[in-house]
């Protein structure tokens, strides 16, 4: 299994735990979701991965699967873990991301 994600081609295939399609499309409606909340909130710098995906589980608890796809009617998607979300994460690799201390915690590689 993989996701398209801009020009990359992400594979899950090693993330055991998707065993179905919709699974993986609930991680491609994850990782957007992701992207759009970081592109909001870039001032808020400090933030790790593991608060967004507090913050993911968060709302998909209180908003449930419409909170990844809110303009869709999908009927298609299975709620993702964080584990999978953070497999799909891990395997960006335009994704630049430093260890808690240093200037920025998430974003784009090509971002200062």
């Known amino acids: 299994q993989h996701i398209q994600y801009g020009d990359q081609d992400i594979q899950l295939s090693a993330a055991e735990q998707l065993v179905d399609k919709s699974q ?7 990782l957007k979701w992701l992207q759009a909340k970081l592109q909001q909130q870039q001032q808020q710098q400090g933030k790790t991965l593991l608060h967004w995906l507090q913050e993911l589980e968060d709302a998909l608890d209180n908003q449930g699967l419409d909170v990844l796809a809110p303009h869709l009617a999908l009927g298609n998607l299975a709620r993702p873990r964080r ?3 953070a497999a799909a994460v891990n395997r960006i690799r335009s994704l630049h991301m430093r260890q808690r201390g240093e200037r920025k915690i998430l974003g784009p590689a090509n971002a200062q």
Do not use: F, L, P, S
């Open 24 to 30: 993986t499309r609930g991680v491609a409606e994850a």
């Open 83 to 85: 584990y999978e979300i």
